[in-house]
């Protein structure tokens, strides 16, 4: 019976686990910069290279920076998604 209930529990904190996963997975599919910046182009990586630390920084180069114009269809919104992602202040 012990078994059975131990047996249980795992399979039920393996389900939730994989819920947890998929919802974090499906957020980070409809987060829209991410579907450009991958790979050597990603967030992080052009975070670092160009040595932004703040989030003014980040809207500063988005808005105004030499790909701005790529960027026209990018909203305060998808921004802010980016700055929080990135954990800057």
Same mark, same amino acid.
């Given at each position: 019976m012990v078994m059975r209930d131990l047996s249980l529990v795992i399979v039920g904190i393996i389900l939730l686990s994989a819920i947890a996963f998929q #919802? @974090?997975?499906? #957020?980070?599919?409809?987060? @829209?910069?991410? @579907?450009?910046?991958k790979g050597k182009d990603s967030l992080e990586n052009l975070v670092s290279s160009k040595g932004i630390k703040t989030a003014d920084e980040l809207r500063?180069?988005?808005r105004q920076g030499p790909k701005a114009g790529l960027h026209l269809t990018s909203t305060d919104e998808d921004l802010e998604l980016a700055i929080k992602y990135l954990n800057l202040k």
């Open positions: #919802q @974090k997975s499906s #957020q980070a599919e409809t987060f @829209k910069c991410l @579907k450009c910046h500063r180069l988005v």
